[in-house]
């Protein structure tokens, strides 16, 4: 199963940016 980080930032014009990082697992 892999969970999904959401990662929110601003940009430059001041907008929110919404990332969505999948971190590797270590099995």
């Known amino acids: 199963?892999?969970?999904r980080i959401s990662v929110e930032?601003?940009?430059e014009?001041?907008?929110s940016i919404i990332?969505?990082?999948v971190p590797?697992?270590?099995s």
Do not use: A, C, Y
Request: no cysteine; aromatic share 14%.
């Open 1 to 3: 199963m892999i969970d």
């Open 9 to 11: 930032r601003i940009g």
């Open 13 to 15: 014009n001041g907008e």
């Open 19 to 21: 990332e969505f990082e």
């Open 24 to 26: 590797f697992l270590k």
